[in-house]
């Protein structure tokens, strides 16, 4: 399988023909003339291209590394890294099955951090369903620790929005409603609070996209991939099964006394069963806000600035933007608001999203084509990815980044305010089994050299698991969106639509403004 490295400098010159051959036409005013013949110097530089990436191929292979008391595993590929991690597909070489090891350097870890992969492995072994990857086994050599996981070969489901646009209402119906059940089982059967669940932190497993009869663009689409025919049961879109990844912010929700998640039994004190359904909302808001990126193609809460950023998230400031949502079905939209309410006690439960009638929606017959009389747009996550080079570019980075401080902020908001209420009445009730490995998630707002904390000072948020948020510094955070091509590309010159970041971007005096004429928690309708 070529690498991940090849694959994305031949996404990019695909991306660049496209779109040179989709913008010379709307520009000219006379006919464009006829392609003309390759010139030998194309041809040469066309052969070049492909040498230097058949070389690249190879000094990727060559660089695979081995370690000491991995011996019984056959890297083949590089599949991602975290902050103290990388992760690879590899063959064991004793039952002779692909799976993923996630090699943990272990001496860049404090013991804070150490305690903090240990708490993932102890989750990871306590779990065990179709929509959260399984732990196959865990070891450790003087110099790391290696997590032995099913293989997810598709990688992140966050690659897939950016490959193709946004998701058709019955994909994205397939992707949450997985991603719910591994929710429902972690909630309900393992007392185990995720807390970051978003499209990074999803895997999925590939299966042959089959082209579709009639493909179906929205009509403001400039270039989405044909998401290809939906099969009931199987997936689309090259996606199959779906399944809950990462665990290095998850906490466990036990009551103490009985060994079993909280509120299972008839006396546990209501304020212990209501403070577990708080911890429980942080996941359902996290779901609210895939969904909506699913549907559109962008999150919900965006800015260029951390203040202005909190300061929506903390309000449940969001829009479903015309004309990106305007073919989106009112049910999808009651769900999400349902699920993006500011108030906990309000927000859906597992059980009430899956009781939903968008949930149970059988999947619909593809829409007829609709006319669209202004400008084709694409979607912000398509533009980073056709601007950079795709995976680890600045304007994918960025994104990412909105992802985790949205998140982080939310967290934070609920969890410090339930922290400060219950501080003194022990009703946390977050001691059980695993009760000392939750000590280190009281202190989400770490601190750094300078005392400062987490998100104030600029970090991506309270996961400081090794500088991995690349606008950390002393200048403070800032989503430098913009340098990103993703507000840059739509404030230059796109008339006829607005983008939705652009509408996004709202000043704290609009926001302000925006306040008094909305009832809490409800979202801004426009368009
Ligand atoms: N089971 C798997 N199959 C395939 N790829 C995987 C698997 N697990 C992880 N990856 C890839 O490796 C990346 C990093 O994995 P993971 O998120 O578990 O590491 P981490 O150290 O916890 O990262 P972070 O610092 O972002 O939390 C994932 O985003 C994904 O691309």
């Known amino acids: 399988m070529p690498s991940a490295g090849v694959l994305d400098t031949f996404k990019n010159l695909l991306r660049h023909g496209k779109h040179h051959n989709h913008a010379a036409p709307k520009q000219a005013t006379t006919p464009s003339p006829p392609p003309q013949p390759e010139t030998p110097a194309e041809e040469k530089m066309a052969r070049e291209a492909a040498e230097q990436i058949v070389r690249q191929e190879r000094e990727l292979k060559s660089q695979l590394p081995s370690y000491k008391g991995l011996e019984n595993f056959k890297i083949t590929e590089k599949m991602g890294d975290g902050a103290f991690s990388n992760v690879y597909a590899a063959t064991d070489l004793t039952t002779n ?25 102890q989750i990871m072994r306590g779990t065990n369903h179709p929509s959260v990857v399984k732990l196959v086994s865990f070891s450790e050599s003087d110099e790391h620790y290696f997590l032995v996981l099913e293989l997810m070969e598709g990688g992140e489901l966050f690659h897939q929005i950016v490959k193709l646009t946004y998701f058709s209402e019955n994909l994205s119906r397939h992707v949450i409603l997985q991603v719910a059940h591994g929710i429902r ?39 989405k991939e044909d998401e290809g025919e939906f ?3 199987v997936g689309g879109g090259g996606i199959g099964r779906v399944k809950i990844a990462d665990f290095g912010l998850s906490k466990v929700v036990w009551n103490e006394e009985t060994m079993t998640p909280c509120g299972t039994v008839g006396y546990t004190a209501p304020e212990i069963v209501k403070d577990e359904r708080y911890s429980k909302s942080v996941d359902m808001w996290a779901l609210g806000c895939v969904l909506y990126t699913l549907l559109c193609g962008f999150p919900p809460f965006y800015d260029e600035s951390i203040n202005v950023l909190t300061e929506k998230v903390a309000r449940g400031y969001y829009t ?26 309000q927000r859906y439960t597992i059980d009430e999203f899956l009781a939903h009638p968008w949930c149970n929606a059988a999947p619909a017959p593809p829409p007829p084509p609709t006319p669209y009389l202004g400008q084709p747009m694409d979607s912000p996550l398509l533009s980073a990815a056709k601007g950079r080079a795709e995976g680890r570019s600045p304007g994918i980075a960025t994104l990412k980044e909105a992802f985790d401080v949205t998140y982080a902020v939310h967290r934070m908001e609920e969890e410090g305010a339930r922290r400060r209420k219950y501080k003194g009445r022990g009703g946390a009730g977050a001691r059980g089994f695993l009760g000392g490995l939750n000590e280190d998630d009281e202190e989400d707002f770490a601190e750094d050299d300078s005392g400062k904390k987490g998100i104030a000072d600029g970090r991506a948020g309270p ?20 340098g990103a091509t993703l507000l840059g590309r739509r404030h230059r010159g796109k008339g006829a639509v607005r983008s939705p970041l652009a509408e996004n971007v709202t000043s704290m005096q609009s926001l302000q403004l925006a306040e008094s004429d909305l009832p809490p928690g409800s979202p801004m309708q426009i368009g």
């Open 97 to 121: 099955k692909k799976v993923a090891v996630k090699v943990v350097r272990k001496y860049e870890l404090n013991s804070s951090q150490r305690a903090n992969i240990l708490k993932e492995v």
């Open 185 to 223: 089982y972690l909630h309900e059967e393992r007392g185990v609070v995720h807390r970051d669940i978003k499209p990074e932190n999803l895997l999925f497993q590939r299966i042959p996209i089959i082209p579709s009869k009639v493909p179906v663009r929205r009509p403001y689409d400039e270039e």
């Open 231 to 233: 099969v009931p049961g």
């Open 320 to 345: 479903f933007l015309s004309p990106w949502w305007d073919d989106i079905s009112p049910s999808a939209k009651d769900l999400i608001t349902h699920l993006l309410c500011v108030d906990p006690a």
């Open 463 to 482: 996961r400081d698991r090794g500088g991995k948020s690349k606008s950390a510094g002393t200048k403070g955070f800032e989503l430098d969106l913009d």
